[in-house]
């Protein structure tokens, strides 16, 4: 067993969600699980595929949507080289993974707890609420473009109170935007805690929001990364002094008020 | 088969380190495997102060490569000196410090701080740094500079091997390298990256917040086995080959040109493993070559008459 390594894993399955793989649509891959003493939702990994050869050089980072003893899943959307043909993996082949990497979202059991997800931003939230002692003290927002049956959000409203709206015109934006202001404020009031991942306007809209109201807030950032590990530097961001900081050592989870987006 | 290394005082226990600027301050790989299995470390650039480095976006994949320009974002040689530098000597592993400075006085103060420092084994002098605008670029292209540079370390270093490692963006590397050794190096380390540029026709911006980056991986292992090949040929100091290994193949092939030594980059980010088995790799493949030893099969090309 080990805190955190990297080894050649089995893919056991990779399945579309809502639709199909395509450009621009999502999947799930499900790897074997390798000898971790264990993880924490927020945390992600690096895989390639040890077919890439020397084509693509880099692994590719996802947050870990959820795991057992058993496997790995990662929700991923198609959106580049990398993704496209990780999207080819067929059951059998061979990826390599390091990880568990990077901190975790802060968990509060008794505190009520806001999670907002922009899109492909959901992933870490299903193993946060899998493996949160009191669900009940938990509620989703969801902003999302694709078809809602392209995210994992049912299996998560059934757990949690869920609440999603989907961006197709530009005034759902401000729909958006005021729902998230409105949760934010709320939140800040009786001193619960936020959790976020999504896109970086989606971040900086969840920033703003919680240094105005005095909110307790975490954004998971997922800038490119070539190693995932800390040396490459080539994934910082700024800390609240201005240093570069590593996410993919000091984060990917930092407190709103601790970050420059 | 005997895989130790020594040259110029530098005792290493296999051809393979890590390249500067890829293996962090080594610590950040403990977790993948045994740093003890490698030849050598060569840590992030060290400045005089702490640097911020370049803004970002600092890094692009390319066709098998990437693009880098960091801009030797470190804590300082005080910082390195006092928390990092402890632990990683405890280690039975050759340290190499790399050092970046903006001028020779500075270089030279930089190799007196580390000069004491028993955890040191070497230092790396950077006069090829592409990404730093107030002048990383004037030192690796200039060889009078070079010289200046070399000589400014080696006056400081007390008994620490100095590497120079050089430039490909120059016109004649062999002329460089000369100048090194008229500096008083020990050894040369080739190749840094390649001056390079990537852009974005959709958003009409560079990919890179600093515009011109460094060309590495397996795309520049060509022109780094040219410039080995090149300065061995004009020197009779050891070389350290660097650029594109991605393989004990790739390895080798360098050695055969006639490096010392290699060092490891950019294959550390396709997985953070790759170089603690080269070593091991590189052994069996020579066995399986027929070569009597390392030093049988360094150098040994056979150039066309």
């Known amino acids: 067993m080990s805190l955190r390594n990297c080894r050649n894993v089995k893919v056991l399955e990779v399945s579309p969600v809502g639709q199909s793989k395509a450009a621009g649509e999502f999947f799930e891959l499900k790897l074997e699980y390798p000898d971790w003493d264990g993880w924490k939702p927020g945390q992600f990994v690096m895989i390639r595929p040890v077919d890439w050869e020397l084509d693509l050089l880099w692994g590719r980072p996802f947050s870990i949507c959820s795991a057992d003893g058993e496997s790995v899943t990662l929700f991923i959307q198609n959106v580049g080289r990398g993704t496209s043909r990780i999207a080819q993996l067929q059951p059998g082949d061979t990826v390599a993974m390091w990880g568990p990497l990077g901190n975790s979202f802060a968990m509060e059991p008794e505190t009520p707890t806001l999670l907002l997800a922009g899109g492909i931003g959901i992933a870490p939230f299903r193993g946060y609420v899998e493996s949160h002692p009191h669900p009940e003290n938990l509620q989703l927002f969801l902003a999302h473009r694709m078809p809602l049956e392209c995210y994992p959000f049912k299996t998560l409203s059934d757990k949690v109170e869920g609440q999603c709206i989907i961006e197709e015109k530009p005034e759902d934006l401000d729909a958006i935007i005021n729902t998230m202001k409105g949760l934010i404020q709320e939140y800040a009031k009786k001193d619960g805690l936020i959790l976020s991942c999504g896109p970086t306007p989606f971040m900086k809209t969840v920033q703003r929001f919680a240094n105005e109201f005095g909110a307790r807030a975490q954004v998971s950032l997922e800038n490119r990364m070539a190693c995932g590990v800390g040396a490459c530097l080539g994934c910082v961001t700024k800390d609240g002094e201005g240093h570069h900081v590593q996410v993919c050592t000091k984060g990917p989870v930092f407190w709103a008020d601790k970050v420059e987006l | ?305």
Request: proline residues 6%.
């Open chain 2, 1 to 305: 088969m005997d895989m130790k290394v020594s040259f110029g005082g530098l005792d290493l226990k296999n051809p393979v380190m890590t390249a500067s600027g890829t293996f962090g301050f080594g610590l950040e790989f403990a977790p993948y495997g045994d740093l003890e299995k490698l030849g050598g470390i060569v840590a992030k650039g060290l400045s005089l102060k702490p640097r911020e480095g370049n803004p970002m976006p600092r890094i692009a994949e390319t066709p098998c490569g990437m693009l880098n320009a960091i801009g030797i974002q470190n804590p300082g040689v005080e910082a390195f000196v006092t928390k990092y530098l402890p632990a990683l000597a405890r280690k039975d592993v050759a340290v190499v410090a790399n050092l970046y400075a903006c001028d020779a006085e500075e270089f030279g103060e930089l190799a007196g701080v580390l000069a004491g420092e028993d955890g040191v084994a070497a230092l790396e002098v950077n006069v090829s740094c592409p990404n730093v605008k107030e002048g990383g670029i004037a030192f690796g292209q200039d060889p009078a500079q070079i010289g200046r540079v070399t000589e400014a370390v080696k006056k400081m270093a007390g008994n620490k091997h100095v590497m120079v490692k050089l430039s490909p963006n120059v016109t004649d590397i062999a002329v460089c390298a000369r100048a090194a050794v008229d500096g008083g190096a020990d050894s040369l380390s080739l190749i840094n990256t390649l001056s390079g540029m990537a852009v974005d026709i959709r958003n009409r911006k560079p990919r890179i917040a600093n515009v011109i980056a460094g060309l590495s991986g397996p795309a520049i292992k060509p022109v780094a086995l040219r410039c080995v090949h090149q300065v061995v040929q004009a020197v009779d100091i050891p070389v350290v080959g660097i650029g594109g290994i991605a393989s004990a193949e790739d390895a080798l092939e360098f050695i055969l040109v006639g490096a010392h030594a290699v060092q490891v980059g950019t294959a550390n980010f396709l997985r953070p493993d790759f170089a603690f088995t080269l070593a091991d790799e590189m052994e069996s493949l020579l066995e399986e070559l027929g070569a009597e030893s390392l030093d049988e099969f360094r150098g040994s090309l056979q150039l066309p008459l």
